[in-house]
């Protein structure tokens, strides 16, 4: 069964830094683009940081110079590493992966979401 599987959320003072993980798996063939969104309570979706196959990456304007986007193509799994932290990036990670895959005895295509993570940054 494919999935998109995140770890490293939880709670941390402002300043500080948190590392996210998300590893792709089941018949994974390869990933094209790859990106962390993150929802904050009544509020809209929106992206925080995303990265091509190649290594390009592009990052929302309030992240930018705090945030790193990386993955590992040998390993599925893309990161986001948060320094800096402030009480306005708590939220809910999701990580988000084009994701080309084999089942059923047909190559497939889809855009997948992880189950989400809960990043607080409070004192």
């Known amino acids: 069964q494919v999935q998109l599987v995140e770890s490293g959320g939880g709670l941390v003072q402002p300043g500080g830094s948190l590392r996210l993980s998300c590893a792709a798996s089941?018949?994974?063939?390869?990933?094209?683009?790859m990106g962390w969104y993150r929802q904050a309570p009544g509020k809209q979706r929106e992206l925080v940081a995303s990265?091509?196959?190649?290594?390009?990456?592009n990052y929302a304007e309030p992240v930018k110079g705090r945030f790193t986007v990386s993955r590992d193509n040998a390993k599925n799994t893309v990161y986001l590493q948060m320094n800096s932290l402030k009480p306005e990036d708590t939220a809910v990670y999701f990580c988000?992966?084009?994701?080309?895959?084999?089942?059923?005895?047909?190559?497939?295509?889809?855009?997948?979401w992880g189950q989400g993570t809960q990043v607080t940054v409070s004192s």
């Open positions: 988000n992966a084009d994701l080309r895959f084999y089942y059923g005895g047909v190559y497939r295509r889809r855009n997948d």
């Open positions: 089941g018949g994974i063939v390869s990933i094209n683009d």
């Open positions: 990265i091509t196959t190649d290594g390009s990456t």
